[in-house]
């Protein structure tokens, strides 16, 4: 299977709140003759942002006919106004294109790119845009209302994903046999 490879950096993301990822969470009373429940109350100071969720994504022979791999994640921003706004920037480390071991031009498979945001989350980073010209893209997004975004405290969950990063090809590619593999960073900002 081909492997596509994703990293994640968040920028400008405090180290309190990377150090209690993922262990926040309220615990319920069970039905007893007493009962006892607990929960945090968070406050994040500053503008923060934190991108979570990412799994690498594999792409197999039923991607070749212009099927979507996709996977949803999470982004939180608290730019401090009222649109919560961030700038997504997607870095490929083979111009975006998968590259195998033989490292010619004609081994390269060529695949498109796309960030949307899912439900209160707006806007769309899109490689189509400008294909195969660059290294980075860059565009700003909207990461809706903090009460709509998810915790930047807790797991990504199913409910709480904001954002779908979708990978295909543009083309079938014809390559010979091989494992194929681009590693793309992605760094979130306040913006």
């Known amino acids: 299977m081909n492997k596509f490879k994703i990293l994640a950096l968040a920028a400008a993301v405090s180290a309190g709140l990377l150090g209690s990822a993922g262990v926040m969470a309220a615990n319920q009373g069970d039905l007893d003759t007493t009962s006892k429940g607990d929960f945090y109350i968070n406050y994040v100071k500053g503008e923060n942002a934190r991108i979570w969720g990412l799994e690498d994504l594999a792409m197999d022979d039923t991607h070749l006919t212009g099927a979507e791999k996709?996977?949803?994640?999470?982004?939180?921003?608290?730019?401090?106004?009222?649109?919560?706004?961030?700038?997504?920037?997607?870095?490929?480390?083979?111009?975006?294109?998968?590259?195998?071991?033989?490292e010619t031009p004609e081994s390269n498979i060529a695949y498109n790119i796309k960030v949307d945001g899912i439900g209160i989350g707006v806007g769309s980073l899109d490689s189509t845009d400008n294909n195969g010209t660059t290294d980075t893209y860059t565009d700003n997004l909207n990461a809706g209302a903090i009460s709509s975004q998810p915790n930047p405290g807790l797991e990504c969950s199913a409910s709480a994903r904001n954002a779908k990063i979708s990978v295909w090809f543009g083309s079938a590619p014809n390559v010979a046999t091989g494992y194929f593999t681009d590693l793309i960073t992605m760094t979130v900002a306040p913006q």
């Not at 982004?75 to 700038?87: G, L, P, R």
């Open 70 to 102: 996709t996977q949803e994640i999470c982004i939180y921003s608290n730019k401090n106004n009222t649109s919560n706004a961030y700038e997504l920037t997607l870095e490929s480390a083979n111009s975006f294109v998968l590259k195998d071991q033989s």
